[in-house]
């Protein structure tokens, strides 16, 4: 499965940006995804999972309440909603999939990989 992540910016504290993942499979509308990102000289932290159809989903506490994903199974795509945007959430922004209906927040558990999207909030 190939993962093309888009929607990356500059964006101003408090601003919002919407990131997009599309895959190459048809069968990615039965994969469970992950949000992750990585800050510079940081590991790669988990921001939110989504399972086959996003009627669950998990997030991480840094971004509950002001992160939202969803998919749209019919376009192969799932997306990453950012508001009210910090400083802290500049990073490169990856999305990730597992053959299996259910995600985890486990870097390790995802077999395939976007190419990831630089976000950049100013202060």
């Known amino acids: 499965v190939q993962l093309q992540a888009s929607g990356g910016g500059l964006v101003q504290a408090g601003g919002s940006l919407r990131l997009s993942c599309t895959a190459s499979?048809?069968?990615?509308?039965?994969?469970?995804v992950g949000w992750f990102r990585q800050a510079p000289g940081m590991e790669r932290e988990f921001v939110g999972g989504?399972?086959?159809?996003?009627?669950?989903?998990s997030y991480a506490p840094s971004v509950m309440g002001r992160f939202t994903i969803s998919r749209d199974n019919y376009k192969n795509t799932v997306y990453l909603q950012m508001n009210s945007l910090k400083p802290e959430d500049t990073a490169l922004y990856y999305c990730a999939t597992r053959r299996t209906y259910y995600h985890t927040e486990r870097p390790y558990d995802y077999n395939y990989w976007g190419q990831g999207t630089l976000v950049t909030v100013s202060s």
């Open positions: 989504c399972n086959w159809n996003c009627d669950t989903t």
């Open positions: 499979e048809r069968a990615f509308a039965s994969f469970a």
